[in-house]
């Protein structure tokens, strides 16, 4: 398989894994994942929804068997909803009915809800059973199938309960997000903006620059132009290798770090999403467009608090513009939200710690202690009920 590689090595472990990066990857899945498994791996578990697995389940089932495993389907709801505790115990079930071993391995096929539900279920089951990501949205293939976070959501919050479980290797076909839904390419491109803005200027450029030239409501024209080809290789190795690097140095986001290199900086805009997340029960937003409010939200209260200049604040909502209109926000309640605050797993001991800017490329780590409750309320009106 001809395909850009970014490689995955943890400090403070001896595994190491590859991220594969191409156009028409799919149908050599099958070699990729016996390149990836133990020799001893003879089952895998392939898990996936309904609509995914229509468009792309046989083509990788086929692939795989053709490479000598076994392979067993289970098909999960879609939407973080589902991302539950609930079809959690669904899937450990299905392993034990199909008797996964811990040299077989689990293969998510699907968005982020897929990939953390079945991660988390690999981590738990047995202990530890190897695990694959086959991401097939725009931000599950730059954000969550790398870096080893896995976990559900509750009723007290989302992805408080989890384990870190990191994959054994991560395939990405850029062929798959010819099919994917305008709101999901609003999505990821809000996550790849997220990441562009704490990065550095370079990635920040080449994000702006290609949204500039490929607009995403026009995104699936553009997969007979091999410029566009190129061009989002490119830019998806490059958002892959920024998010590796910041978890190859702090793969478990310590608590005591506050350097503009901690993993805790990836949660830029995290902790309004997560809320507004919650307060409408996983419905009605796509997890992206709630980072895209929280962008806009983490982006004026750096403004307010004097720490980011007006111009580039103007720039970075400039560039959120070309990603089109996010759900309505205006009718959820300010008071709810902010009390949602609270849960957040960002809180360490009382505070709760806000990922601001002070410039694109410098995120600094601020403590809700430093901010008052009134700007706090005052931004999100801002933001939210404009």
Partial sequence: MKNNKVTVSLSDDSHEYDIAIGDNLLENSGEWARNCLSKQTKKIALISNAKVFGLYGETVKNSLESANFEVVVFLMNDGERYKSLRTLEKVLKFFSENQIKRTDAVVALGGGVVGD????????????TAFLQIPTTLLAMIDSSVGGKTGVNTEFGKNLVGAFHQPHGVLIDIAV????????LTAGFCEAVKQG???????????????KK????????????????????????????????????DEREDAARRD???????????????????VTDYKRFKHGEAVGYGILFAAELSKTLEMFDNNK???????????????????????????????????????????????????KIVDDREISPKIIDETLKKVLQP
């Avoid at 830019?235 to 998010?243: E, G, M, P, S």
Wanted: proline share 4%.
């Fill in 260 to 278: 503009g290199k901690s993993r805790k900086i990836l949660n830029f805009g995290h902790t309004l999403a997560h809320a507004l997340e919650k």
């Fill in 117 to 128: 539900l079945a991660g988390f279920a690999a981590a738990v089951f047995q202990r530890g």
């Fill in 214 to 249: 490929f607009p995403p409501n026009k995104f699936k024209k553009y997969f007979f132009d091999d410029d566009f080809i190129s061009e989002i290789e490119k830019l998806i190795t490059a958002q892959v290798a920024f998010k590796a690097e910041i978890v190859q140095q």
């Fill in 177 to 184: 997000l010819q099919t994917l839904p305008r709101r999901e």
């Fill in 313 to 363: 604040l103007d720039l970075l909502n400039d560039v959120l513009r070309r990603l089109g209109k996010l759900p309505d926000a205006s009718d959820i309640n300010l008071k709810t939200v902010s009390e949602t605050f609270a849960f957040d797993k960002k809180n360490i001991g009382k505070s709760l710690q806000w990922i601001l800017l002070e410039d694109i490329g410098k995120p």
């Fill in 197 to 211: 803005a704490i990065s550095n200027e370079k990635l920040f450029t080449q994000t702006a620059e290609f949204l």
